[in-house]
């Protein structure tokens, strides 16, 4: 049999109480509560730490005289010291890097940090412990993502609801049950106690107020629809009442809380003893109407609140526990003031939980009720205490779930943004006029150890861990070269002239011809060459172009006169062109040819315009003989040219053209024909008959040349 010890730290007073849990459930055996005996603590919060160990000591000492040796207690934070805060962690994504499970982790606990950071600063302090978080949802690129694992996008972000308790509220009962020489076994809070052994999960679809009336401060929560909606407190109590009591009567303010508790016993009359030393007996009806005022207060701060938390409506019911829910009127005040029935507004006292035996002869009331649930709750749903060491401080941490080194992180209040290392600095350069970012290396994950072993966020820890975390190193500047900005190979190969060559793209970089495997630096402005021409891949292959020119044309007796046949061309796979295109795009693999000249010569030129001299036909010696009857000369600069001369562009000539007379001795330019060595006679003749070699010679006459020897 499981044996429980629990302690109830209030304002006025400290209840332990024993119990015993088995297979049948719970049995209170024992408690004692005693009174504070001065005001050692204000509003639930221990201020005077040696004062409420002294109490707590008082209480173990008198339990462990009947029921043995205690060494372990289960006590409960106020839940007015609840913080809760939502928070929001983004950050812009590297658009080549899927998201880890660790980068999450990461993002979440940077959230709670966040909203670690929102809970101080609203309290204006920076001790909190964490006791839990859950996750709102994950947004990427601004909508709403079931999970963000492996996932890619430019934004992403994680919102977070997280519970905080301040470090001053856990530490103070720390501080308090060790000097008490006892050890915090589970931790739990006051709300969650009282409401769990009250109301249990199936009475919670049911819209109910559960108020736990102290001395110093009347704590809150609802229920509806099958969950706690909301927790809430306000700060007024029993403590109210008993001023009023002081106030009215002029008495001690011990012996006002004495007379309040009177007012719940049998008796008409009560008696009670003034500053002065005046004994008095008063009504207690008259003493009930005396503080009726002080109760109306009360009533109306309760509802108020109330009401604020059941989104601005009444509960269906109303549960009071604690001390002070005896206080005269009050319940019948708090159902005017919710426009509830009478029967709706109820004291519940220790007798109503579920599931408990009740072993001690003066067990009952609403003041046990909180109590009873700490020890019931701490064993149920424990906040354990959880010692671990973290960069070798000690940090405590409170497991009400599976740890992680993530939440040791967290209470050891490291910064986890600055724990990841900061990407390298960008450089930012101009390629061909475009300004380009290129960013440097990302920044490392922490080093987390955990017992000398390499480890991670989200791995489990377990009681006297020793944790160690290393800032990840930050990134580097990016190292780049120019070949790695290169969309596409610098080489090309291109036939030139039936010969294949292997072109080269220029690269600039600040105005300097540079080679692919210079490396980058910031603000450098690199020019590539986009193309190559096929002027420019001719000019590679050590070809010299003529200048492009415009159609070839001559000025002939004045008149201009043009002839494209004579334009220089190159061929491009397969396809002519003039000079003009020498623009166009060579690629990898293309054929280019440049072929020679076309002719320019005189005698070209009387080929193109039909120029040939006119002929008749004479014989010689019997032959048949071609004579040229007509003359036809090229004239440039008042000089007649050949036949071979080269024209140029532009040339200015004339044409002369003219008749012909031939003579018999011009035959001999016509033939190959020799006169002999020696010879006795020569006869000329023409048509048979003999002429001078001076003779005029017409178109078919019969020329002979007659030797003898």
């Known amino acids: 049999m499981e044996k429980l010890f629990a302690l109830d730290i209030g304002t006025r007073s400290i209840v332990g109480l024993i119990m015993t849990v088995d297979q049948s ?36 000492q008198e339990l462990e005289a009947v029921h043995g040796p205690l ?76 999970s963000l694992e492996d996932q890619l996008g430019d934004n992403v972000s994680v919102e977070i609801i997280a519970t905080f308790l301040p470090r001053v509220v856990v530490e103070s009962l720390l501080a308090s049950l060790s000097r008490a020489d006892l050890k915090m076994n589970a931790l739990t809070l006051e709300p969650i106690a009282a409401i769990n052994v009250l109301i249990p999960p199936s009475m919670r679809r049911l819209n109910v107020a559960l108020v736990d009336i102290g001395a110093g401060t009347s704590d809150i929560a609802i229920t509806n629809e099958g969950t706690v909606t909301a927790y809430g407190m306000v700060p007024v109590a029993g403590d109210e009442i008993s001023e009023a009591l002081s106030d009215q009567f002029l008495l001690d303010f011990n012996d006002a809380e004495h007379l309040k508790r009177k007012l719940n016993e049998q008796e008409d009359e009560v008696e009670f003893t003034d500053i002065l030393g005046f004994t008095q007996r008063v009504q207690k009806n008259e003493v009930i109407e005396s503080i009726s005022p002080a109760v109306e207060k009360l009533a109306a701060s309760i509802s108020g609140e109330m009401i604020s938390l059941n989104v601005e409506q009444s509960p269906k019911a109303v549960m009071l526990v604690g001390g002070g829910s005896l206080t005269p009127l009050l319940a019948e005040k708090l159902a005017d003031h919710l426009n509830l029935p009478a029967n709706r507004v109820a004291v519940r006292g220790i007798e109503a939980i579920q599931g408990l035996r009740l072993n001690h002869k003066t067990a009952a009331g609403p003041e046990l009720v909180t109590p009873a649930g700490i020890a019931i709750a701490a064993n149920q749903m424990p906040i354990n205490y959880m010692p671990v060491k973290v960069n070798g401080h000690d940090v405590r941490l409170f497991e009400i779930r599976e740890l992680t080194a993530g939440d040791a992180i967290l209470s050891a209040g490291l910064s986890v943004p600055k724990l990841y290392g900061k990407p390298g600095l960008a450089k930012i350069v101009k390629i061909n006029g475009s300004t380009v970012t290129l960013p ?45 900005l290169l969309e596409e190979s610098l080489l090309i190969d291109v036939v030139i002239n039936e010969r294949l060559y292997q072109l080269h793209r220029k690269v600039y970089v600040n105005n300097v011809e540079k080679s692919v495997e210079t490396f980058v630096n910031d603000r450098d402005d690199i020019k590539i060459e986009h193309k190559i021409t096929a002027g420019e891949a001719f000019r590679k292959a050590g070809i010299i172009l003529p200048e492009p020119e415009n159609t070839f044309y001559l000025s002939v007796d004045g008149k201009k006169t043009y002839f494209p046949q004579w334009d220089q ?23 280019l040819i440049l072929p020679a000249a076309a002719g320019r010569t005189v005698g070209d030129l009387k080929k193109e315009l039909n120029l040939a001299e006119h002929a008749a036909t004479v014989f010689f010696n019997q032959q048949e003989i071609l004579l040229p009857l007509s003359s036809c000369s090229v004239i440039k600069n008042g000089m007649p040219l050949a036949e071979q001369d080269r024209l140029y562009s532009g040339d200015t000539i004339e044409i002369r053209k003219g008749a012909k007379e031939m003579i018999f001795q011009d035959i001999f330019n016509f033939v190959d024909w020799t006169p002999p060595a020696s010879a006795s006679k020569i006869e000329i003749k023409k048509n048979g008959e003999d002429c001078a070699l001076s003779s005029p010679v017409m178109p078919g006459d019969a020329l002979e040349v007659i030797i003898h020897n």
């Open 569 to 591: 061309v190159f061929i491009h796979n397969g396809q002519t062109y003039p000079l003009k295109k020498l623009d166009r795009v060579v690629r990898h693999g293309d054929r």
């Open 25 to 60: 459930g719970y049995e209170l055996i024992d408690y004692i509560q005693k009174e504070h005996k001065e005001r050692a603590m204000l509003d639930g919060q221990i201020h005077h730490v040696p004062a409420v160990a002294s109490l707590i000591s008082e209480i173990k």
């Open 440 to 484: 440097g290396t990302h920044g490392l994950p922490p080093v987390i150890l955990i017992n000398g072993t390499e480890s991670n966020f989200d791995a489990p820890i377990q009681a006297n861990d020793d944790i160690f975390i290393e800032a990840g190193k930050d990134g580097v500047e990016s190292d780049v070269q120019v070949k790695d």
């Open 71 to 146: 060494k372990e207690v289960s006590v409960a934070a106020a839940g007015r010291a609840l913080k809760t805060h939502r928070a929001i962690f983004s950050k812009e994504m590297a658009a080549d890097k899927v998201l880890t499970r660790q980068d999450i982790l990461h993002m979440e606990l940077s959230a709670v940090q966040s909203a670690q950071e929102a809970a101080a600063a609203s309290e204006d302090s920076q001790h909190y412990h964490c006791v839990g978080y859950s996750v709102v949802r994950y947004q990427l690129d601004h909508q709403d993502i079931g």
